[in-house]
C-alpha cells in the first residue's frame, strides 16, 4: 500500500495537472481494493470473546489500519484527484507548530495553569 501510495503521488508530482486522469485513477482505485482485500486475508484471526465479557472486542493496529483505509478510501486517494489536496498534512503541522510552541511559551498551552495551582 505504502508503495502504491508513493508511486502514485511522484506521478502526479510530475505531470502537469497535478491529478491523475479518469482510467488512471479507476486504475489506482482497483489497485487500492485489491491491496486491501489480500491485506484482509493476512490478518491474524480476531480470537472469539470470552464468555461473560462485555464491551467491544479489542482488535490489532494491523485490524484497525485495514479497517480505516477500506472505510476512508476516498479521502485516502482525493490527492490523486483534487490538485489542491496535499500528499501529506506535514505543511499544516508545520503552520500550526509555531503557534502551539507560543502558546507553551507564554504559559497559554493547556489551559490557564493558575486552575491548577492549589492553596493549602
Given at each position: 500500500?505504502?508503495?502504491l501510495?508513493?508511486e ?5 508530482f510530475?505531470?502537469?495537472?497535478k ?5 488512471a485513477?479507476?486504475?489506482?482505485q482497483?489497485?487500492?481494493r485489491?491491496?486491501?482485500?489480500r491485506?484482509?486475508k493476512e ?9 461473560g465479557k462485555?464491551g ?5 493496529d494491523?485490524?484497525n489500519?485495514c ?15 483534487d ?18 510552541v507560543?502558546?507553551?511559551?507564554s504559559?497559554?498551552?493547556?489551559g490557564?495553569?493558575l ?6
Amino acid at each position: 500500500m505504502k508503495r502504491l501510495l508513493q508511486e502514485t503521488c511522484k506521478e502526479i508530482f510530475n505531470s502537469t495537472k497535478k491529478r491523475l486522469g479518469d482510467k488512471a485513477l479507476a486504475n489506482l482505485q482497483k489497485h487500492y481494493r485489491n491491496i486491501l482485500t489480500r491485506g484482509e486475508k493476512e490478518l491474524p484471526v480476531i480470537p472469539p470473546r470470552p464468555s461473560g465479557k462485555r464491551g467491544k472486542l479489542a482488535k490489532s493496529d494491523a485490524h484497525n489500519l485495514c479497517e480505516r483505509l477500506k472505510i476512508h478510501e476516498a479521502v485516502v486517494l482525493l490527492f490523486a484527484k483534487d490538485p489542491h489536496v496535499s500528499f501529506t498534512n506535514n505543511r499544516a503541522e508545520r503552520d500550526l507548530r509555531m503557534s502551539k510552541v507560543k502558546q507553551k511559551v507564554s504559559g497559554c498551552f493547556s489551559g490557564c495553569s493558575l486552575l491548577n495551582f492549589h492553596i493549602t
